[in-house]
């Protein structure tokens, strides 16, 4: 049966009419309905874009509620009819945005998915059950939907995950948890398998890859600093069986380059082996029995052995359930299937939209800080140079001193000048320098980066000294701090 809801989803109209049903459901992603009235069913009025129709099968199995999006009317010599499409009450977290920067820091996955839930205008969806408790920190900038940023936050486990929604109840209900790994259901030649199709792709092979975090330019997050010196990571084995195949993958999400190796490092171990991929068409039986089997329950997510002649058995989970007429032909059922420890060629397919959504990400800016001074200096009175740098810079890139020092009066007799950074003394310095390195000089942390707060430059003469100095900086700004004066 299939019903028109108003957007209060109360219930208006029985489609009685409506014929060429149609669904698909994908894992982890948000699927689709179809059908089609004839133009003249005065019920056509119930069905109006953005709001509800929901599926149920004429077993009474509740297959899902949709938003109705698109319609096309087509009438001709052969046509009288207007076609409707509606998309999974899930794009409802679409409808609000994320304006601005928003960073939560150390939060579990839990957290992460209350935090964007609680952004809803219109409180359509809770969070039911979570699965999983890792620590992270997220940040999302000028994101359209929470659809996005609510995807992405197990996109890097290191394990399988599933995203499933329960819609025959209102607040609707959102779970991420760990998907089955036992088979539980079977698709067999000679029983309720039609036909199947096996794909190996290796369009998608990678055996070496160049991982990049966020930043810009020379202060892209990279791997070297955690992969002795090296920018890459690659599998030999993989190179001498395909020959060397490289990639540049850039992920803006990533500002610690540990996190940015491990997850590149679970990156390349699904990349060096060919995508498989299986479409079977099968009977339904349990829309053909009185009595039917759990065993022939094929459903998204589920875990099918499939038992072949020529290719012997193996444990696929669907990925793809789809059925082209559910009132005519319940029956017919279409299903793609994927490896068990397949969790990373998606990431792949969707290569371009995430390359979309980090151009809106933070990413930061090079600026230069400019430090002078100027004064009288002599041994017991040195002139200071104070430097401070924030603890929104991600990396200082140069810090360069020019300074000239001139005598006082006629004697000319000074001809070098004390330099200390930090506490250290450098070599005897001549009176003017043009961009001098001190970098290596000013006060570091334990991972020899420099530390951020206050840094001093002390000069001092054995004789009185007229100093002009300054100072500049590369500095490498991601700053969420103040508004916009």
Not at 89 to 102: E, K, N, Q, S
Request: with cysteine; net charge negative.
């Amino acid at each position: 049966m299939l019903m028109a809801l108003d957007l209060k989803r109360t219930y208006t109209a029985i489609l009685d009419n409506a014929y060429q049903v149609s669904y698909e459901k994908i894992e982890n992603k948000i699927g689709s309905l179809d059908f089609t009235m004839p133009l003249d069913d005065p019920k056509n009025e119930f069905i109006a874009e953005m709001q509800w129709v929901e599926l149920t099968d004429n077993e009474n199995e509740y297959i899902g509620l949709y938003r109705v999006m698109p319609t096309t009317i087509k009438k001709d010599a052969n046509n009288n009819q207007i076609h409707y499409s509606a998309t999974e009450a899930l794009c409802t977290l679409g409808d609000t945005v994320l304006f601005g920067c928003h960073e939560i820091k150390n939060k579990t996955t839990k957290e992460a998915i209350q935090f964007l839930l609680n952004k809803q205008k219109t409180k359509h969806w809770v969070l039911k059950k979570c699965d999983f408790s890792r620590k992270l920190t997220y940040k999302w900038e000028n994101e359209n939907g929470l659809v996005e940023p609510l995807f992405s936050i197990p996109a890097d486990f290191e394990e399988e995950y599933l995203w499933q929604w329960n819609t025959e109840v209102y607040p609707f209900e959102l779970s991420l948890v760990k998907p089955p790994t036992e088979p539980v259901a079977r698709i067999q030649e000679g029983y309720n398998m039609q036909g199947f199709e096996i794909e190996r792709n290796p369009k998608m092979l990678i055996n070496r890859i160049y991982p990049l975090g966020s930043g810009e330019g020379v202060n892209k997050v990279n791997i070297r600093s955690v992969n002795q010196g090296v920018p890459y990571l690659e599998n030999k084995a993989a190179i001498d069986r395909y020959g060397l195949l490289e990639s540049i993958w850039v992920e803006q999400r990533f500002s610690d380059p540990k996190a940015l190796k491990e997850n590149a490092l679970r990156m390349l171990e699904e990349w060096t082996k060919p995508q498989v991929s299986w479409v079977v068409t099968a009977a339904d039986l349990i829309k053909l029995t009185d009595q039917p089997l759990a065993i022939d329950r094929l459903r998204l997510g589920t875990v099918i052995m499939i038992n072949t002649n020529e290719f012997g058995s193996v444990n696929l989970r669907i990925k793809k359930e789809s059925k082209k007429d559910v009132f005519g032909a319940p029956q017919d059922i279409q299903l793609e299937l994927g490896n068990l420890q397949e969790t990373i060629h998606s990431t792949m397919t969707a290569f371009s939209r995430k390359q979309e959504i980090n151009e809106t990400y933070a990413q930061g800016a090079t600026t230069l800080l400019n430090r002078s001074i100027q004064g009288e200096l002599s041994k017991t009175q040195p002139v200071e140079l104070n430097l401070y740098f924030d603890e929104d810079i991600l990396y200082i890139n140069t810090a360069e001193l020019t300074f000239k020092a001139t005598a006082k009066g006629p004697s000319h007799s000074v001809t070098n000048i004390d330099l200390v950074v930090d506490g250290k003394k450098l070599p005897q310095l001549s009176l003017q320098q043009q961009r001098l390195n001190i970098l290596s000089y000013l006060r570091k942390t334990t991972d020899e980066k420099i530390e951020r707060g206050n840094h001093t430059l002390q000069f001092f003469s054995h004789q009185p000294l007229w100093l002009d100095a300054s100072v500049i900086c590369r500095v490498y700004i991601q700053s969420q701090l103040g508004g916009q004066f």
